[in-house]
C-alpha cells in the first residue's frame, strides 16, 4: 500500500549532526501525521519529531532545540536535523506516517540505525 524509504543513519562523534530523510510512495493517499520515533536497546519507542499535514510540529522535550523536522509535501518526504548529537540520542530511527486511504492507516518504516559515540 504505502512505502516509507528511509535514508541518513550512521556513525557520528558527540556534537556531530546527522540529517534523516523518509519519503512516502504507493497509494494515493492523504497523510495526517508523518515523522519519526527511536527506539534504544533495552527501550520503548518514543516519539521525536511529528507534522500534521497542516504543518504543526511536535518534538519530544528530549531533542526540542537540537532536531528541526521539516518536510517537501510535494514529494511526501520529511527530513530530520539532528544537531548536537548526545550518545544518548543513539537508537533506531523509524519513520512513520498515520495515512487516510479510505480509512485512517499507519505505516513504518524498516528502521535507521544512528550511533552518537565518543
Known amino acids: 500500500q504505502v512505502q516509507l524509504v528511509e535514508s541518513g543513519g550512521g556513525l557520528v562523534q558527540p556534537g556531530g549532526s546527522l540529517r534523516l530523510s523518509c519519503a512516502a510512495s504507493?497509494?494515493?493517499?492523504?497523510?495526517?501525521?508523518m515523522g519519526w520515533y527511536r527506539q534504544a536497546s533495552g527501550k520503548e519507542r518514543e516519539l521525536v519529531a511529528t507534522i500534521t499535514g497542516g504543518g504543526t510540529t511536535n518534538y519530544a522535550d528530549s531533542v526540542k532545540g537540537r532536531f528541526t523536522l521539516s518536510r517537501d509535501s510535494a514529494k511526501n518526504t520529511v527530513y530530520l536535523q539532528m544537531n548536537s548529537l548526545k550518545p544518548e540520542d543513539t537508537a533506531v530511527y523509524y519513520c512513520n506516517v498515520d495515512v487516510f486511504i479510505g480509512s485512517k492507516r499507519v505505516y513504518w518504516g524498516q528502521g535507521t540505525q544512528v550511533t552518537v559515540s565518543s
Open positions: 504507493g497509494s494515493i493517499f492523504i497523510i495526517r501525521t
